[in-house]
T-cell receptor, first 113, second 113 residues
Framework: AQSVSQHNHHVILSEAASLELGCNYS??????LFWYVQYPGQHLQLLLK??????LVKGIKGFEAEFIKSKFSFNLRKPSVQWSDTAEYFC???????????FGKGTKLSVIP | NAGVTQTPKFQVLKTGQSMTLQCAQD?????MSWYRQDPGMGLRLIHY???????DQGEVPNGYNVSRSTTEDFPLRLLSAAPSQTSVYFC????????????FGDGTRLSIL
C-alpha cells in the first residue's frame, strides 16, 4: 500500500516569500510522483511530475520539486510566491503493484498581498 | 473550448435515490476516470476506463457503476444514494494513461440527505 503525507495543512505567506511544501510517501519503489494544484473554485491541474532523470523537476508558473529517494520526499518549492498562487496543493504517488494514484490530503496555501 | 464537461454542477438527492453524473470530453482521449474529493482528504479513484467498452474499479467503487459506450462519454451512476456518498465528484481524462489524470472537469457537488 501507499500513503502520501503532506505535513502542512494550511500555510500562510506574504507575497515574495519563498515556499516549500512537504510531501513524503511510504512505498520505496515509487518513482512516479506528481503535484496538482486546485485554485479556488476551479478543478485540479497538473503542476509538475517526476518520472525519471534529473531529480529536480520544473513545472508551470515557476514551481519546482525535488525528488529525494533516500528521504522518500518530493517537496514543492517556489522562490517567490504571488497572491495568485493562493490554492490547494496535492501531492500524489502510485502504490505498490499499482499505477493508481494515492493523493495526499492537500496543503492550503494562502498568500497575503 | 475543448475540455472535460461535467453535469450537473450541483445536486441534492434523498437517500435511496439513483442518479447519473454526466462527463464528456472532446479531446479524443482514450483514458477517463472518476474521482471523489472529501474534506481533508485527497482525491480517491472510483472507476476508470482505458477506452470505449473497457472499465475497471478504482479504490472506492462500491455503490457506483460506470460504462463507456463512446470515447467521449463516461457517466457515473449512483445506484442507491447514501449519505456517505456526499462529496464533490471530478471526472478526468488523459491522452497518455489512465492513472495520470491531465484534464479535470469542474466537478459535481453532490449532497445526499
Amino acid at each position: 500500500a501507499q500513503s502520501v503525507s503532506q505535513h502542512n495543512h494550511h500555510v500562510i505567506l506574504s507575497e515574495a516569500a519563498s515556499l516549500e511544501l512537504g510531501c513524503n510517501y511510504s512505498y520505496g519503489g515509487t518513482v512516479n510522483l506528481f503535484w496538482y494544484v486546485q485554485y479556488p473554485g476551479q478543478h485540479l491541474q497538473l503542476l509538475l511530475k517526476y518520472f525519471s532523470g534529473d531529480p529536480l523537476v520544473k513545472g508551470i508558473k515557476g514551481f519546482e520539486a525535488e525528488f529525494i529517494k533516500s528521504k522518500f520526499s518530493f517537496n514543492l518549492r517556489k522562490p517567490s510566491v504571488q497572491w495568485s498562487d493562493t490554492a490547494e496543493y496535492f501531492c500524489a504517488a502510485p502504490g505498490a503493484g499499482s499505477y493508481q494514484l494515492t493523493f495526499g490530503k492537500g496543503t492550503k496555501l494562502s498568500v497575503i498581498p | 473550448n475543448a475540455g472535460v464537461t461535467q453535469t450537473p454542477k450541483f445536486q441534492v438527492l434523498k437517500t435511496g435515490q439513483s442518479m447519473t453524473l454526466q462527463c464528456a470530453q472532446d479531446m479524443n482521449h482514450e483514458y477517463m476516470s472518476w474521482y471523489r474529493q472529501d474534506p481533508g482528504m485527497g482525491l480517491r479513484l472510483i472507476h476508470y476506463s482505458v477506452g470505449a467498452g473497457i472499465t475497471d474499479q478504482g479504490e472506492v467503487p462500491n455503490g457506483y457503476n460506470v460504462s463507456r459506450s463512446t470515447t467521449e462519454d463516461f457517466p457515473l451512476r449512483l445506484l442507491s444514494a447514501a449519505p456517505s456518498q456526499t462529496s464533490v465528484y471530478f471526472c478526468a481524462s488523459s491522452y497518455s494513461n489512465w492513472y495520470q489524470p491531465q484534464h479535470f472537469g469542474d466537478g459535481t457537488r453532490l449532497s445526499i440527505l
